[in-house]
């Protein structure tokens, strides 16, 4: 498997743009992670989704911020307005189905650059 | 809520020196725990996990213990190479749906 393949690796877009990023989970894995990544915040969950089920996002910043997932090969997140301070690296993850405690698997990133 | 703390950074060493990251957890339940491993421009990548107390999980000399007592997985390499030059993270998952609670990460510089 080629493991969690995020697009694009880097986006720089002026404020005020829509911004659509988007993952494809390993295959067979059920739940998918989206988190952001500052110098100042690290790591932040933002949305995680279960089955395709949106299963807690209280990580989400503010409604400028979506995501879903249609279905079990691939996931969005969108920013609408984007600004600034939405400039980090987005990761996404996915982990393996019906088994308790296993890893979660990361993708390589998007970088996101709002000028 | 479950949360991970682990020692502020950066760490600095040099090449061979012994090499401990601290991480403390809060959880109910029985959670696993996870060291990840990220290298500049790279996503997060598994180290070694733990499932269960007293477990130890080791890879590429790294060793971390579960301890349920103290509620600690400390990070150990008897001998760090410069290439273990990277920001590691320190997580745990639960039982509700596989979701993942990170630390704030521990940037460690080892020089020659």
């Known amino acids: 498997d080629a493991g969690v393949i995020q697009s694009p690796r880097h986006e720089v877009t002026e404020m005020g743009q829509e911004v659509t990023l988007r993952c494809k989970p390993i295959s067979g894995h059920n739940s998918l992670f989206w988190y952001r990544q500052t110098m100042m915040r690290g790591l932040e969950l933002l949305i995680y989704?279960?089955?395709?089920?949106?299963?807690?996002d209280s990580g989400m910043p503010e409604d400028r911020f979506s995501a879903k997932m249609p279905n079990a090969s691939f996931s969005t997140l969108k920013i609408q307005p984007s600004e600034p301070r939405d400039s980090a690296v987005y990761f996404c993850?996915?982990?393996?189905?019906?088994?308790?405690?296993?890893?979660?698997?990361f993708g390589q990133g998007t970088r996101l650059t709002v000028v | 809520g479950d949360s991970v703390t682990q020692m502020e950074g950066p760490v600095t060493l040099s090449e061979e020196a012994f090499l401990t990251i601290n991480c403390t957890y809060t959880?109910?339940?029985?959670?696993?725990l996870f060291w990840y491993v990220q290298y500049p421009g790279e996503g997060l990548q598994l180290l070694l996990k733990a499932t269960k107390a007293d477990d130890k999980g080791s890879n590429k000399g790294f060793e971390a213990t579960y301890r349920k007592e103290t509620t600690s997985f400390h990070l150990e390499k008897g001998s760090v190479q410069v290439s273990d030059s990277a920001v590691y993270f320190c997580a745990l998952s639960g039982d509700n749906f596989n979701k993942f609670y990170f630390g704030s990460g521990t940037k460690l510089n080892v020089k020659p």
């Open positions: 993850a996915s982990s393996f189905p019906g088994l308790m405690n296993t890893e979660a698997f």
């Open positions: 989704f279960n089955n395709n089920v949106p299963i807690d």
């Open positions: 959880a109910t339940g029985y959670p696993s």
